[in-house]
């Protein structure tokens, strides 16, 4: 490396042989052998289990969970050879093969039942069943009871009386052990409503419905932030803008602060709170930028009644594709701090699934893992994980098998990151290809080529590649903002 200006006031920088291709305004690492690269986490899901097929076709709704009081996998669905019914069976994961297997399956709702959901009281240990009933057009839901490798079911209790349009979502707040259900309400102008429900024993009741968003509301999708014991829920508007509301629960209500717009068009929203980084994040199809997969952070703030919201960056994860991208499931892995996205390729079919991990604001992922590559996931392709076996479980409907309901096995390999506690040595100053020279800005220099900096803030290098207020780990301090483009590095 040869060092330009060595008069102790002169910005200082180098040049040096980038390894990697280096972009403009990100933090460069020096390698052992003299070359720099930009820094960088790597990783991927790695698909090792045989896929296993449990029942014929669903066609209007699949969901999964994890019951993590007896550590099986619970699939909800709906049954097309049985005329529709509403079904459940448990399944069981072995990591000693990444097998999985299922006992018989379990009807719950006798009739027509559609845009299935699910989730999972951790208080009661309960897995709760929700679905639109076709005939009295009402929202239903109803409690389940796992026992080896079967579940029994108590009675069912509507939570809106009125029909309803797409999926129905649920989430536990496991500060006050409630249920939270959204749904799109077709027979009201299909604003976005909420209802919360109390498990006691086999049954479940609701308050009456909240309204969420006083407009249409399509594709919404819940989850609780246990750090502040509030919920995000996380839709699409009649222009396919993507908005979120956030609401706090008491008693049997829910207050919903004033909507935040993120920014983008998003279609197949859906949520996840990750509670290492208390983030919740996005994962949704970006109609703008071709109708990909992309995913973003969300810090939420503020107190009951007025809460805020910051956003992390967009990040589009589908590596390969640049378009037809449908997410349809994410799910939190806890043994290595991971959100994991499942979504299809409009193009082959191919369902995926990414995995990502949240530095600072941001989240990055490695190569997404083709799950099945045989025209899978045309409609349903949720993720739950084991946290028992510590794997992760993707369900789908198999093209090559008669779009039957079928599960598969899914381990998550660790992420690395070529970022240490001493190799960082500045920002880039320019871009550069691989092999090329590059010019760094190091320690002393004022990097001047960033963005949505904040003046007097410290920044941390993230082991992403992005920059941060908080640091992560190891911990890296990048410098000390000047104004919103300039930082001067290592201040």
């Known amino acids: 490396m040869r060092i330009i200006g060595n008069d102790e006031s002169l910005p200082r920088q180098e040049h040096a042989l980038a390894s990697g291709a280096i972009t403009n305004g990100k933090p460069i690492v020096v390698n052992t052998n003299g070359t720099v690269s930009a820094v960088a986490a790597t990783g991927t899901a790695g698909f090792s289990g045989t896929k296993v097929a449990f029942d014929g076709a669903p066609t209007e709704g699949m969901n999964v969970v994890f019951d993590s009081s007896n550590n099986k996998i619970v699939v909800i669905y709906s049954d097309n050879g049985n005329s529709k019914y509403g079904t459940a069976i448990v399944g069981t994961v072995d990591n000693s093969d990444n097998s999985i297997s299922f006992g018989t399956p379990v009807v719950f709702n006798s009739g027509t039942s559609e845009k299935v959901g699910a989730t999972f009281d951790s208080n009661s240990n309960k897995v709760i069943a929700l679905w639109h009933q076709v005939i009295g057009t009402t929202g239903r839901a109803i409690v389940g009871t796992v026992s080896g490798t079967s579940i029994s079911f108590g009675s069912a ?110 279609e197949r929203t859906n949520c996840e709170f990750d509670p290492d980084t208390n983030k919740v994040v996005l994962a949704y199809t970006d109609r703008p930028d071709g109708e990909s997969a992309a995913a973003r952070t969300v810090t939420i703030g503020g107190s009951s009644g007025s809460r805020t919201a910051s956003f992390g960056t967009e990040v589009n994860f589908a590596t390969g594709v640049s378009q037809n991208c449908v997410i349809l499931g994410i799910a939190y892995d806890p043994d290595s701090d991971r959100m994991l996205i499942s979504y299809k390729e409009e193009s082959g079919g191919n369902a995926k699934l990414a995995s990502g991990t949240i530095s600072g604001t941001d989240i990055s992922f490695g190569t997404p893992q083709t799950v099945s590559s045989e025209q899978a996931s045309s409609e349903f392709s949720p993720v739950a994980y084991d946290t028992s076996q510590n794997r992760a479980v993707v369900v789908y409907n198999d093209g090559a098998d008669s779009d039957k309901a079928t599960a598969v096995v899914v381990t998550i390999d660790t992420f690395s990151t070529n970022l240490t506690s001493e190799n960082y040595i500045g920002i880039a100053r320019s871009g550069a290809a691989d092999g090329a020279g590059a010019i760094i800005d190091t320690q002393g220099a004022i990097a001047d080529n960033l963005s949505s900096l904040t003046a007097g803030q410290s920044y941390f290098v993230q082991t992403n590649g992005t920059l941060g207020t908080t640091a992560g780990d190891p911990s890296v301090f990048a410098g000390t903002a000047v104004s919103a483009t300039k930082l001067i590095v290592k201040g």
Do not use: H, M, W
């Open 157 to 266: 209790a509507d939570f809106t009386q009125n029909s309803i349009d797409g999926e129905i979502k649920g989430t536990f707040d496991t500060n006050l052990n409630k249920v939270a259900v959204v749904y799109t309400d077709s027979g009201d102008s299909n604003k976005g409503k909420c209802a919360i429900g109390t498990v006691s024993g086999t049954d479940i009741s609701f308050g009456t419905p909240v309204t969420f968003r006083n407009a249409a509301a399509y594709t919404p999708d819940v989850c609780f932030d246990s750090n502040l014991n509030c919920i995000l829920v996380f839709y699409q508007t009649t222009g396919d803008d993507g908005y979120i509301s956030i609401g706090d629960i008491s008693g049997t209500s829910v207050t919903f602060s004033t909507e935040i717009s993120i920014g983008n068009d998003a």
